[in-house]
């Protein structure tokens, strides 16, 4: 109970994951403003293929890097799992694509289409008889995230 009490008083670990998703939302919300200024018709389908794949994998090794960095730092190899794991459950549960509505101020779309076919924001909307993935489960996806990147977190501390 005590870890519980420890993580949700915004353990350094969450805390990093959570400033590093905001400042992937943020870079986000400037590249797709980017892209909505372009006129071909077919820019989503474009941006889905190439530039988006390239970005999630560009945040796949800033991950990386910093839980190595992170390991090295603190000779803790399980502290440093944490530090690339964290921020890559909370992305693959919709974390960065909460913040992109929240600070963008864009309201959500009834359906955001894009992330039916996402690992974790997909796959919740689906379990839960969403037909797409709405706010709603986009929220609800964020909060399993964070469930999930506890018992993560949790396990890896044993593992010290």
Partial sequence: MNDL???LR?????????AVIAFFAVMDIKQISGWSQVSD???????EGFSAP?????WIVTLA?????WALATKDTSEGLAVFFSPLIL???G???LFVYLFSGERFPVCLTWLNDNVGVGSVAKFFGYE???GASLVLSVLIGFVLSYVVYGWLKRYR
């Fill in 5 to 7: 009490r420890r993580w």
């Fill in 10 to 18: 915004l353990d350094r670990t969450l805390l990093l994951s959570i």
């Fill in 41 to 47: 018709a077919n820019k989503w389908v474009l941006y």
């Fill in 54 to 58: 390239a970005i999630f994998g560009l």
């Fill in 65 to 69: 890097v910093m839980g190595v960095v």
């Fill in 91 to 93: 992305l693959l549960f």
């Fill in 95 to 97: 974390l960065e694509d």
């Fill in 132 to 134: 797409c993935v709405t």
